[in-house]
């Protein structure tokens, strides 16, 4: 989340299991994320100051919580193990960048 110089807050995303996406029109079904795709789209939640809803499927977000697990010695618990997964993917092309940017100053 970043906060704007005008002092608005910026760049909230939403995360939802892809089985029960409701936020993106999907209908509500069965998944292994606990605490997120409740089934429903609270009455609060304000989607106008959100920019997206992402999604990952149960498989993929559990999947990345055992990775974790084992290769980085971090434990994940419900609802982090999607937040991981999906942190994972979108940071990535900022580690590129990151690693391109440290090449050219050397």
Do not use: W
């Amino acid at each position: 989340m970043g906060i704007g110089n005008d002092g608005t807050v910026s760049g909230i995303y939403g995360l939802e299991p892809e089985e029960s996406n409701i936020p993106n029109g999907g209908k509500p079904g069965p998944h292994h994320i606990t605490g997120n795709g409740v089934g429903f789209k609270p009455d609060i939640l304000d989607m106008d100051v959100m920019e997206e809803v992402l999604i990952v499927s149960s498989e993929d977000a559990v999947a990345m919580a055992r990775q974790s697990a084992l290769k980085e010695g971090l434990m994940t618990i419900h609802p982090s193990f999607g937040v991981r997964y999906l942190s994972s993917i979108l940071f990535e092309e900022l580690r590129i960048c990151s690693l391109c940017q440290l090449i050219t100053d050397l």
